[in-house]
C-alpha cells in the first residue's frame, strides 16, 4: 500500500460531524504542541491558528494552479503577505467544504478551482495526532501528523510554512534553525510507503533556552522539528518574500536564510513545498488522479519537567527517550510508523464512535470525539517504561501542577480509554507522599503551583481543600483497582500494530513492557491484571488511603468552611455535595481495606460510612425530599450533587442480591464473591430518584446550573450528574449541551465553564483547553463498570416520567417558619 492511498483512506473514515463547535483541535499532542484551529465555524484563512490560549501560531498552507496564475489561502492569513495587484498571481479564495473530526483526527475540506470552467481539485488538510491506548510509547512522542490530499484532474501546488511562534511566547525572542537531512533507510528497514528518499527536517529553537520556564504559557525550552519528503522543495527566510515567490513560480528555492534573529524581526519562516501531478493518465481506471503528501511537527523537550520525587528533586526525561538514542531517531521513527499510529488511532476513535452512539446519541460521538485530544494535550508522558508517569498541567486555570482535582474530573475518560494511564497519573503525587515531603495528614492539592516544575509544598501552604482532594484520592484508588480486578480494559487497548509495522529497535531491551512494534504487553504497572495486581497497588500506598481516611472520618460529615473543587465560587461551610464525596471516599476505603485484607479496617470504614450517609440525608435533603440543598444550612437552596456518580461508578448501588446473581456467571466482575454482606445499596434509590426528577425541572437552554447561586455551570459535572440519571433527563442534559456546543460564543478550546442561559459564553473566570472534559466520558466509563451492571441497577429511574415538581415553591417550602418570622 502506498502511503497516498492508506492516507486517503483515514481521511475518509472521518464521517460527517453533527456539532460545530467554536474551536477545533489540529496538532495537540501536550501542554507545549497545541495548535487549534480557532473561528472553526468560519473559513480557515480567517485567522491564524492559534495556541491552546488563543495566541496566534504561525502556521499556514497555500495553494496554487499553474498556469491558472491564482493562489489560494486554506489556512492562517499568508495572503496578508501578498500583494492585491501582482501581475503574475491573483489572491482567490477556495469553496470550503467544511470541517469532520473524530478523536484523532480533524479533516479541513476545500474545493480549488481550476483554469477551465467547471473543474475543481478536492482538497483535504488532514491533521492525525493519534490516540493509541494500545501503544503508550507511541502516546508519549510528542509529534502529530499533516497530510495533504488532493484528488482531481489538473496539476496543483501546495505551500506550508512555520514560524518561530512555535518555540517560545515572546516574540522578541531570537532563533536560531538548521536544516536536517536524515538518512534514508535501507530497503529492509524501511516501512512500506516512506519516502524512498528520506526526509528532511527544520529543527527550530531559542538562540538561548530558558529550561523550565514559560512565557504566556508557551515553552521556552525546546526544539520544534518540522518535517516532510526529502525530495520536496523547501526554504526558509522573511515570510512575505517566501509566499510572495511561491505565489509567482509554485515553488521554493532550496535556500536557507543563515541570519539568526527575533521571532517578528523580518519574520523567519520555514517552508515546504509539493508539486501534484494530476493532470496526467488516469490509473487503474479512476475518472480522478489522487495524491498525498505528510508532514509532522514534533516539539522535542528533555527535560520535561523536575519533580520532588522520593529521591529528592529530579530532571525527568520525556518516555521516548527511552527508546531513542536521539531526537532525530525519533522524528525519523515518527514519521515513518504514519500507517501504524493511523491504524491504532482509527482502532479506537471508531470504538468511541460506536460506544458514544449507542450510549447517547451522534451529538454524543462529536463530544466525546472533540473532549479526546484536549485531556490528552494537558499530560506530558515521562519515567520509563518499567516505571511510567504521566504529568499534567491545569491548563488556563491557574496552571498547577498534578491538581488532584483536576484529575478526578478527567478520571472517566482514563478509566474509559486506558485504566493503568490513570495509575501513571496517581503515581507521582502517592510517591511524593509516602517520601514525607509533604507535611498535612489529609491529600495535597498538587505537586507544584506551575507547571513544569512540581517542586512540591513542604510548607503545607497548598490551596485548602482537604475533603475535596482525600475523597477524590480515595475514589479514584478504588475505581482503579476495580478496573485491575475486574479486568474492564476495553478490546482496543490490546489492538496490535496491524500488517507491516516498523519494528522498534529497543523494544528488545524493553521486551517485559513492550512487544517488538511498541505495543504494550499490559504489564506496566509491574504486575498483570486481576484481583492480585489491585492489591498489591493498593497495598504499596495503604498508609495513605487510611491517612486520609482517618481525616475524612473527623471532618466530612459536617465540612467546615473550606473550597471544594469549584473553588471560583468561593468558600463554604457545610456544603451537602462536598460531604457525600467525603463520606463515598470513607465507603471506598472500607472496600480497599477488604482488598488488601485488613479485615477490621474494613469494618470499621464500613460501619462510619453507613453511619454517615443516613446522617447526610437527614442533614442535606429539602424538608419536602425533593431535593438536595447546596449546603446544611442553606434553606430554599439547591445543588448538583455530581459526587453521586461515584456511588455508582464504585459499585456501591448494585444490590448485594444482585451481586449473588452475578456470580453466577463465572467470569470477570461476575466470577468475583462480594466483598460485604450488605442487604441494601449504599445511598438509596430515592436520592437518586429525587435528584433525577429535579434536574429535569431545573434545566436551562444550554444546560443544567451548577447550583441556585448562578446559572452558570460545568459540563464535566452535567455529565457525572447525568449519568446517574433516567435516560430521559440524561437525553435533555445531552440535547442542552450539544445546543450549546454549536451556539456558545466562546472562542477558545473547549471550556468547561459556562452560562447556561444568554450566549453561553464565559461567565468569569475564563476556562478553557482544561483536561477536566474527560468527565465528558462520565457514561462511558459508567457502562463499563460493576461488569454493566452499574447501569442496570439504575433502570429503576426509567419506570415513571419524572415527577413535575415546582421549584419555586420547594425552595419556599425549605425554609424554615422561624427563619420566615425573623425577616418581618
Known amino acids: 500500500m502506498r502511503f497516498e ?17 467554536p474551536v477545533l483541535p489540529l496538532i495537540v499532542r501536550n501542554p507545549y504542541l497545541s495548535t487549534w484551529l480557532g473561528s472553526a465555524r468560519k473559513a480557515p484563512w480567517e485567522d491564524w491558528p492559534m495556541f491552546w490560549t488563543g495566541a496566534h501560531v504561525g502556521f499556514s498552507v497555500m495553494a496554487s494552479v499553474p498556469g491558472a496564475g491564482k493562489v489560494y489561502p486554506l489556512l492562517g492569513r499568508p495572503h496578508d503577505s501578498l500583494s492585491q495587484s501582482h501581475s503574475a498571481y491573483k489572491v482567490s479564495f477556495p469553496e470550503y467544504l467544511g470541517a469532520t473530526f473524530d478523536a484523532s483526527t480533524t479533516n479541513l475540506t476545500y474545493l480549488v478551482p481550476g483554469s477551465s470552467k467547471g473543474e475543481s481539485v478536492r482538497l483535504t488538510l488532514s491533521f492525525l495526532s493519534p490516540i493509541t491506548p494500545s501503544s503508550t510509547f507511541r502516546q508519549s512522542l510528542p509529534a502529530a501528523y499533516l497530510t495533504v490530499l488532493v484528488e482531481g484532474r489538473f496539476d496543483v501546488d501546495i505551500y506550508s510554512d512555520v514560524n518561530g511562534e512555535w518555540v517560545s511566547g515572546n516574540r522578541g525572542n531570537e532563533i536560531k534553525w538548521e536544516l536536517h537531512h536524515h538518512k534514508a533507510q535501507t530497503t529492509g528497514d524501511q516501512a512500506e510507503g516512506s519516502p524512498a528518499a528520506g526526509i528532511k527536517t527544520w529543527k527550530v529553537s531559542r538562540s538561548t533556552e530558558q529550561l523550565l520556564t ?10 520544534l522539528h518540522f518535517s516532510a519528503p526529502a525530495d520536496i522543495h523547501h526554504q526558509c527566510g522573511t515570510s512575505a518574500i517566501l509566499r510572495q515567490y511561491f505565489a509567482e513560480k509554485g515553488s521554493l528555492k532550496n535556500e536557507v536564510d543563515t541570519v539568526f534573529r527575533d521571532i517578528m524581526r523580518d519574520e523567519p519562516v520555514f517552508a515546504f513545498a509539493k508539486s501534484f501531478k494530476l493532470g496526467g493518465e488516469l490509473k487503474n481506471g479512476c475518472s480522478t488522479n489522487e495524491d498525498s503528501v505528510v508532514f509532522t511537527f514534533a516539539l522535542v523537550q528533555d527535560p520535561v519537567v523536575q519533580f520532588a520525587s522520593a529521591r529528592g528533586l529530579t530532571l525527568m526525561k520525556p518516555l521516548w527517550a527511552a527508546y531513542f538514542e536521539s531526537a532525530e531517531e525519533l522524528i525519523s521513527y515518527h514519521y515513518d510508523d504514519f500507517k501504524t499510529a493511523a491504524y491504532l488511532a482509527r482502532n479506537y476513535s471508531e470504538s468511541l464512535a460506536r460506544d458514544a452512539y449507542e450510549s447517547g446519541s451522534v ?3 462529536d463530544i466525546a470525539a472533540l473532549s479526546a485530544r484536549q485531556v490528552l494535550g494537558a499530560t506530558q508522558f515521562s519515567g520509563t517504561p518499567d516505571n511510567p508517569i504521566l504529568f499534567l498541567k491545569e491548563i488556563s486555570s491557574n496552571g498547577n501542577f498534578q491538581t488532584v482535582d483536576v484529575i478526578f474530573p478527567a478520571f472517566p475518560f482514563f478509566l474509559y480509554t486506558n485504566p493503568k494511564w490513570l495509575a501513571y497519573l496517581l503515581e507521582p503525587l502517592l510517591e511524593h507522599q509516602l517520601s514525607g515531603q509533604y507535611p498535612n495528614d489529609y491529600s495535597m492539592h498538587d505537586l507544584g503551583s506551575h507547571f513544569p516544575n512540581a517542586t512540591g509544598h ?9 475533603v475535596e482532594e482525600c475523597g477524590n484520592m480515595l475514589i479514584m484508588g478504588l475505581a482503579l483497582a476495580n478496573s485491575l480486578r475486574y479486568d474492564t480494559e476495553p478490546a482496543f487497548v490490546s489492538a496490535g500494530a496491524g500488517v507491516d509495522a516498523k519494528p522498534l529497535a529497543a523494544a528488545k531491551r524493553w521486551r517485559r513492557f513492550v512487544e517488538s512494534h511498541g505495543v504494550d504487553l499490559g504489564r506496566e504497572v509491574g504486575v498483570s491484571t486481576g484481583p492480585k495486581a489491585a492489591e498489591k497497588w493498593l497495598t504499596r500506598s495503604y498508609k495513605l488511603w487510611k491517612q486520609w ?12 468552611n473550606q473550597l471544594c473543587t469549584d473553588d471560583f465560587a468561593g468558600w463554604l461551610a457545610n456544603q451537602t455535595n462536598l460531604a457525600l464525596k467525603g463520606i463515598i471516599g470513607i465507603k471506598a476505603m472500607s472496600e480497599i481495606a477488604d482488598i488488601v485484607g485488613e479485615k477490621g479496617d474494613a469494618k470499621e470504614y464500613r460501619d462510619i460510612a453507613k453511619s454517615y450517609i443516613d446522617k447526610w440525608q437527614e442533614y442535606g435533603i429539602s424538608r419536602d425530599q425533593t431535593h438536595a440543598k447546596l449546603a446544611y444550612t442553606w434553606y430554599g437552596s439547591w445543588t448538583t450533587i455530581y459526587n453521586l456518580y461515584a456511588d455508582s461508578l464504585l459499585c456501591f448501588h448494585v444490590s448485594d442480591s444482585s451481586k449473588s446473581a452475578f456470580r453466577q456467571k463465572g467470569a470477570g466482575w461476575f466470577g468475583q464473591k462480594p466483598i460485604h454482606s450488605d442487604d441494601e445499596t449504599f445511598v438509596p434509590d430515592k436520592v437518586y430518584q429525587m435528584q433525577s426528577d429535579w434536574y429535569h425541572a431545573v434545566l436551562q437552554r444550554y444546560g443544567l446550573p451548577l447550583d441556585s447561586r448562578h446559572l452558570y455551570t460545568k459540563s464535566d459535572w452535567e455529565f457525572f450528574a447525568a449519568a446517574v440519571t433516567s435516560k430521559k433527563t440524561r437525553a435533555e442534559t445531552l440535547d442542552a449541551i450539544a445546543t450549546w456546543v454549536n451556539e456558545t460564543t466562546t472562542d477558545r478550546p473547549l471550556t468547561d465553564l459556562y452560562d447556561t442561559e444568554g450566549t453561553g459564553g464565559f461567565p468569569g473566570p475564563n476556562f478553557f483547553a482544561r483536561p477536566v472534559v474527560g468527565g465528558h466520558f462520565a457514561f462511558l466509563a459508567l457502562e463499563r463498570a460493576c461488569g454493566g451492571k452499574a447501569v442496570e441497577a439504575l433502570k429503576f429511574l426509567d419506570e415513571l416520567p419524572p415527577a413535575k415538581v415546582n421549584v419555586e415553591q420547594a425552595l419556599l417550602a425549605d425554609v424554615p417558619d422561624s427563619l420566615w418570622i425573623g425577616e418581618l
Open 214 to 223: 514559560e512565557w504566556a504559557d508557551r515553552a521556552e525550552w525546546g526544539t
Open 549 to 560: 481516611t482517618g481525616y475524612l472520618v473527623r471532618e466530612s460529615l459536617i465540612p467546615h
Open 5 to 21: 492511498f492508506l492516507a486517503l483512506a483515514l481521511a475518509a473514515v472521518v464521517g460527517a460531524s453533527t456539532l460545530k463547535p
Open 458 to 466: 513542604n510548607d503545607g501552604r497548598d490551596e485548602y481543600m482537604p
Open 363 to 365: 451529538d454524543y460521538q
